[in-house]
């Protein structure tokens, strides 16, 4: 076979044929060459015909690009829309045959792909925050979830560099996105340094202000790019270009400003004009406003990917007290102080001037808010104290937390307490109707049913008959367990569901004040009176050694040893607080169920509770026993802030 298909003939071998007449030629040994021969270049025009197709490659390419660039808007439509139809079968073509529509389609298959990637994270991303109520709306499955947020927020920064490295003039520096803040901050910072420029660099002016909970006294912050960015740069722990440009995203996705920051970035056109070439993604007006709708839809869920990334780093907080001063509030005479809790850290007492009622101080990142400790100290002719609630604001992030009162803090007055462990939840601001691309109706919560309760006063007699308190009981348990049953990335906080608004001491509360006998006019009792009545007993039937079942005797020593903790902790804590403080105890020991069988049963009960009371009711106190035993397979944690000074 290889001989009758025959690869290539050599030539006989013959004599060389020495026109340059380098001297003898011997047969059979190599011709000597000459050095003078050899070290002129070619003459013949066969030799310079070589380099010349590089060349013209070369020139045939800057043409391109040249023509590419400096197309108007009709050419380059007409291009792009040839390019399109080519379909996607087209193989890289070889430089030579580049014509303006085969660059054109190339760029936009680049675009379209950055386009398509932003579109699935976004997606991702959201579906990832939003766990099992987004697969529950169909979107996505199950098995799709469990990725770490760091990794996808990692994820979303480097597409964004890669978004802002496609088609830059000149590369400056490690991150494409930090360099353009930059320049921006720069240009601001020259414009308004001007005598026309208006107030401070880079804020939005009042118009746009974010405005906070129409109850706030605190001044809204302003929103501002370069303000974000200033927070960013004072920010020691990072050092490069490109940790900077991922923390400033990682901030403006917690204010929920990363869309809006990156409009007011790339409205600066003359900037990006010079920054970015004509193909340059950033220049493409369609895709860069579908960019920022896909970004614009993290402002459904909430981040704390600042907060929960950067634990260790400086952070000014302002507190803003709010009483009443109907009440007496402006003759107040005592110093108060508040200690601010978050999931990270304490701060510790904080002085608050009296007349102003607000402080700003920097301390260490605190984690998102859960409790303020707040009291005074005694002091003066007129220490008495009506609290309405107390405002916490993170400077840097903005978020904002409420702590309602609604309480006196006194001697004398209403249930005795210097001291009080307020429970605050996250303020949502009002401004997401402002900034809808689009004129459907605000999303609405659906209303708990508690919501549709009369508020009670907390010296008031309670107004719900023994349908709505089970209901409340049962509401409250159950919002316990759905928070175990949920993923734990996934959970709120179990301190708001234990004492909060409608919490488990809440629901509590209404149980032992239903039917409760009010001795006399003007004057409380309180649910902590008629548990220390009940603690006496129990210890004055220890004493006298009746005999009973162990089951008995351990239920009765448990609560006994709660109620002496709590009674002799150094705080100046109220009868209220210590009730909270109690029922907390119990929730985390599990022996809830065990103490109101205990407290059913308990002569006591018969003194201080009418006969319609519930707690006199058999069957409906065995039905709150059962759904109390609920909480037995589930390890609750206390709050340090709960439980502090009470040694048990």
């Known amino acids: 076979m290889r001989v009758s298909k025959i690869d290539h003939t050599a030539l006989h071998p013959h004599l060389l044929d020495m026109k340059i007449g380098q001297g003898r030629y011997e047969q059979g040994f190599f011709p000597r060459l000459q050095s003078d021969v050899l070290s002129t270049g070619p003459t013949s025009n066969k030799w310079t015909k070589r380099s010349a197709p590089a060349q013209w490659r070369r020139r045939d390419r800057q043409k391109q690009h040249a023509e590419h660039l400096y197309l108007d808007n009709d050419q380059r439509e007409k291009y792009i829309q040839e390019a399109r139809n080519l379909g996607t079968t087209i ?30 994270k976004t997606k991702r991303m959201l579906v990832e925050k ?86 706030s006294a605190m001044p809204p912050l302003k929103v501002s790019l370069i303000q974000d960015m200033r927070h960013i740069q004072n920010i020691s722990e990072i050092k490069t ?67 929960n990334v950067f634990t260790t780093i400086m952070i000014p907080y302002h507190v803003l007290v709010m009483s009443s001063k109907k009440l007496g509030g402006s003759m107040f005479t005592a110093n108060p102080w508040v200690c601010v809790s978050g999931e990270l850290a304490e701060t510790g007492v904080l002085q608050i001037p009296r007349n102003t009622l607000e402080i700003t101080f920097e301390c260490q990142n605190l984690g998102k808010l859960t409790t303020v400790q707040m009291g005074h100290d005694n002091t003066g002719l007129y220490a008495k104290w009506l609290v309405e609630c107390v405002i916490v604001r993170n400077e ?60 009670i006063s907390p010296n008031s007699k309670p107004k719900l008959n023994t349908g709505q308190i089970q209901e409340g009981v049962g509401e409250a348990i159950n919002g316990i367990v759905k928070h175990f049953h949920k993923p734990e990335k996934e959970r709120g906080s179990l301190t708001l569901l234990l ?47 009746v005999t009973l079942d162990e089951n008995w005797q351990n239920r009765v020593r448990h609560f006994c040893r709660f109620m002496r903790a709590i009674n002799s902790t150094s705080r100046n804590i109220g009868k209220d607080g210590k009730f909270q403080m109690l029922v907390c105890l119990g929730a985390r020991d599990h022996l809830l169920h065990h103490w109101i069988a205990l407290l059913a049963d308990c002569p006591i009960t018969a003194q201080m509770y009418e006969d319609i009371a519930l707690i006199k009711d058999r069957s409906l106190v065995n039905s709150l026993i059962r759904v109390l035993q609920t909480l037995q397979e589930f390890n609750i944690t206390l709050e340090a802030s709960l439980i502090k000074g009470v040694g048990i």
Request: net charge positive.
């Open 499 to 545: 004492c909060g608004e409608y919490g488990l001491v809440w629901a509590l509360e209404q149980v032992f004040q239903h039917g409760f006998k009010s001795p006399r006019l003007f004057k409380n009792v309180f649910i902590w009176d008629y548990l220390e009545k009940a603690q006496v007993y129990f210890e004055s039937a220890e004493q006298r050694e």
């Open 241 to 307: 270009d490109v940790g900077k440009a991922r923390a400033w995203v990682r901030l403006s996705m917690e204010k929920k400003l990363l869309s809006r920051h990156l409009k007011q970035l790339l409205s600066d056109h003359e900037l990006t004009k010079k920054l970015y070439k004509r193909y340059a993604f950033l220049r493409c007006d369609d895709e860069k406003e579908q960019f920022l709708y896909h970004l614009l839809s993290f402002n459904a869920v909430d981040y704390f990917c600042f907060t």
């Open 396 to 455: 840097i992030t903005g978020h904002t937390y409420k702590f309602p009162c609604g309480r006196w803090l006194g001697k004398g007055v209403d249930d005795g307490s210097l001291e009080r462990i307020l429970v605050g939840e996250l303020m949502t601001p009002s401004t997401e109707n402002d900034e809808r691309m689009c004129r459907t109706p605000p999303m609405q919560q659906s209303p708990g049913m508690m919501k549709r309760f009369v508020t």
């Open 91 to 120: 193989r890289q073509p070889k430089l030579s045959n580049l014509s303006p529509s085969v660059i054109a389609q190339t760029n936009w298959k680049f675009v379209e792909g950055l386009l398509k990637e932003c579109r699935n």
């Open 130 to 215: 939003m766990g099992r109520e987004a697969v529950e709306l169909g979107h996505g499955e199950v098995s799709i979830t469990g990725v770490e947020e760091n990794t996808l927020i990692a994820s979303l920064c480097d597409l964004l560099e890669r978004i802002w490295s496609h088609g830059l003039q000149i590369k400056q520096g490690k991150s494409a996105l930090w360099s353009h803040l930059l320049h921006y901050q720069e240009s601001k910072e020259k414009k308004d340094a001007t005598p026309g420029g208006l107030g401070p660099p880079g804020f939005i002016h009042d118009t746009e202000r974010r405005k906070s909970d129409g109850g």
